[in-house]
């Protein structure tokens, strides 16, 4: 239950960061759809370690494995299993820590909460757990294509330098994912300054939607702004979301973020695609706040579990802004937020075929 | 399912603004716990229209009648079902409205969801569906009581006007509920000029919790700030949300935000009690951007539902800050979000901690 | 969540058997479908008490308010709330039983399950709570019948007496609800001798759908055999259902019991209209086992909450054999499963309007 | 969804019998329980085919790898994942039956469902499904095993020769898996003489429940009768079960089943350990009609897809009789429902009883 998301796409990641593997179940695939492997890997080489020189240096290969729901290269319509092997673990480099509890990590908290922890890197707390979501979100992007939703996303901010502009074509072209490339020059600085200083910095990254229908989403618990906020909020070192305007209408008036609206477009786009929780047609708008990768080589004080603290240097392979791998990842869970809303909207008004 | 959340404490509202009645149906409050009805009923008092000159003049008395789960004073571990009835509905306010489709409100998206709509007010995307939601959270904060967790909230941001302290104390003080009377005299004088202009104005609620234990919440798509997220964006009108240092730490370095911790308290909290998904013992603190009202005086252009635009002046009785009422949903959403995850740790360790 | 039942057609009872009231929230009608209360009036008056000699002579007059839900005669699509008060609950028969667990009854495992009870009669355990369900299998049954499937059902064995024939016309014309008008009355006689020697009889109910196109259900876990399973099983008193050939297979073979099919028809139905969990197009049959109710009125050893036993006589007014009233309740339980079945396909399968 | 039981400890199965693997995720498994994998595939073992004469000569390992969720010999509390490669799917076999719809298997409502199948064999229909059952009823096992819950199971009825005794240890010391030596003797005759046939023969397999203690299941829609009806009617070929005294009931009186109660222990056991959907302390049992299996040799009239009949000959590898692999399948699933029930008890209650 609580390694699931979505009720109709229904997506199951397991793994440990430093066990045999990560993987995910995904439940809901509706059948007849093309699907080609070979998009499943590449999204996952967008999110794989070592990629870019702003990346940590590790080196997963990251190869899947399709293990159940295709055949003949179309979905059956029952569970696709995906497999990644860990290869890159250097798990002796995790033995000192075994009764650490590294700060700002979730060492402590999983410690309380289980009673017992795999010490070896941040098990399912750690970033690796996205492999599955990243394979998962390849499914729901082609599914979604087919009836013309496309998603696209990047890095808006990198500590204090921003996005001026959205051009994303310009995305792949930098390795900050960067929709603005002269940002993405001096955000790529500030990440570098970082890593030489054994430090981290925090950005945001911004996804969005198009081609989304009017009618996607409920209007009470399951507003499409609270899965989109779940989705992205499960995403590891995400502190904050927000649809369309966001926290900058706390200081507008309704008359100037009630978007107008002729019965075709709307004048501005205020509610992000989302009106009363329901898509409204507009483009589908969110923001999410990341905070500086915790993993850092500065040295820190640490407690210990038996009681008292010590100091640690984190000497692993770390990346020193997480930003352009969580890109990928923040568009898994778009898709699969979408997805789930569409196949709702489906067994709500659908016709069967 | 579109209308619960929770997944061990399921809360289920029901009804439309103009309809017979609203309420809610809570499944899985813990047997053998004392639940005084008037506790519900003060914390209706504190969302209901016309408590104070800042809110909406309607005048509903929002009496609630609980139907099961109760017996000689303390709950049956059955589903507890309340029932508001509606009485101050005039719907005749609405006739014009049927066939419009008004700036921000949720009309058009839901007449596209469904192909049909109860056009007299939001049905059930009116802030009057949350009438169950506080009902639930006031048995939420029950329980948790027992374990001593206490939830506090209040406005902290009118348009600019920002609190600079939080004396929760001085919440219930002030028509604004802000913990800062200072702030609070100011935010009450802006509430009023935007009424004055027949316009509306936005702001920020925080809500927090103490005495939350490490443990709770889950490590991957079930994470607390997750949860947290999805409860508070399932409010009318918030279009954003923040857990601890939020979109503020993407300015800020891995040095500053790793929350230092010598085995007993943090000497900082920017991960607002949530470590991994999990709380961690500290304060678990939650920020929500909620947007301007969207029922405004002011004449607005608005589609019609045959094509074409028409002008519209919602003459209706309004709030024009609509925080302080939020102020009571949104403790309400924290303490369900809190409840189920307590629950959930219960059926892990099989005993509280 | 343990009061619910379906996963896109949800259903959620509520309500003690001598609190103040009974109902029900259905979640997930689809919008646009005119239903007429009137319907699920009479729905509930062929479950209510009181309806014949056969019967319970309790009267209750089980009067059905819509709260939520409806418009202008038809479904909006959102939760459809409904509530039938508790009106002849003599609360007074059962004081004496505060402290004794009755025979056969769940008194016992409700106390040890919750530490607390409605000692009132059966609480949730009670087959009052079954009018929920009845008024939700209303709707079901009016959704269905717009794709043309029909339900229907009836008592197909009291004790040794078995039905003969299946002619579901008769049903109605007798107390038993009988298919078969010279077993039904052999059957009254067989409840009339239980009545009259203060004891109870079991019997058998068997459900019958037509109309199911092949493709509902799902080939695993939800199997609609699975589904049906569930829903029978959780009617108050049942302990067994089979589908199609159901035990009898046990002593078959497979070149007697596979279905042969020419592409259009199915020669024989063992399957019960069921192949690896899916609809294939014939009749879905479903009987179900009734334990003779637990409440009589002779004389019998029961323990006793502090401990040692006592004598009890269950001097209420009681139903001798309750498959008469299971049936309306077994109809609703085949409706909302095959309700869900066909909302879960339109998901996997239906085109968006 | 669909592929999934469970609501805490959630089993989510994955794998056509003729792609790549089989495998399933446990999520729910709480911390700190010492696993063997040993025994998992031990119990993998008792599923496997090619185990004995009476079963199908079909070889394969059934090798199980564990992929997550333990470490150092004992379960994180995160997700289990297993996966068991296919090693012996002849698909040629079936190349002749793509466009055949074989009788009395899904493959005809399979294609109706998804439009589109895997012909070869039963894909997610087939009994290989069943194999991640059994490896998570294997979990489930053990960790009931911690608070003296065990299971045990065999076959009762081979067409119409009857185990008179339940001799449980007598299980495994036959192929049959007959807890009654005789009747074994006499079962495995008829299981012979209808292979000789090359047809194939039904079934009743009976699975109990020794120390489950009072207060596991719910009143209403989830009692445990309701979930274990579920569990075992998801198993492939079933199409019967009932819970104690079963149909048997529906011929005796009120007198004859109250299984009155001392206090400590029921004088009879009709409602085979569960009151009122909540168990009571007695021993659960619950007995499974399975139908003979489909996959025969002798000639069958079968429906083509594009129109038409054919006359097919099944020449696979397959079993006369599946209840004796059916056994530890049934065990497994009422593991896993005891399990969820455990689990959701201690959310209930927060200690373990």
Redesign the interface.
Known sequence: ?????G??F???????SH?????V?V??M???IAVDPAVIQRELDRRRPGQSALTTQRQEGDKV?????L?EG????????M?VRNTDARSQDYEALREV?R????D???Q???????HRG????SGR?TVGRVAAGALAKTALAT?GVRIVGGTV????VKAMRRDWDEVEKNPVRCPDAQAATRMAEVIEA?RA?Q??????VEILASGV???????????L??????????I?A??????????G???????????????ETFRTN???G????????AEVVVRV????????G?P?????QG???TTVEIKGRHDPCICPRVVPVAESMMALTLMDA????????????
Chains 1, 2, 3, 4 share one sequence.
């Open positions: 239950m609580s390694s699931s998301i009720r109709l229904v997506v199951t990641t397991f793994g440990e066990g045999p593997g990560v993987g179940v439940d809901g509706p059948p007849g494995e399709v293990l159940s729901g055949f179309v979905s059956l319509g029952t569970p696709i299993a497999l509890f700060p700002g990590h979730a402590y908290s999983t309380q909460k289980y009673g017992v922890r795999d941040g098990g399912r707390s757990e009836v901010q990198v500590k204090d970082a200083a430090d981290s910095v925090g950005g945001v229908p009017a009618g996607w989403g409920d209007p009470t618990m399951a507003k702004d609270a899965l989109l906020g779940a989705a992205m909020l499960s590891p995400t502190k904050g979301v927000e649809i369309g305007g966001g926290f209408m706390a200081e507008l008036t309704g008359s100037q973020t009630n978007d107008v609206f002729d019965g205020f509610s992000g989302i009106a009363g929780g329901i898509s409204n047609g706040a990341v905070r500086p990768a915790t993993s850092i500065k820190q004080t640490a407690a210990k009681g008292g603290t569409w196949l709702r909207q489906r067994a709500l008004r659908g016709r069967e075929k």
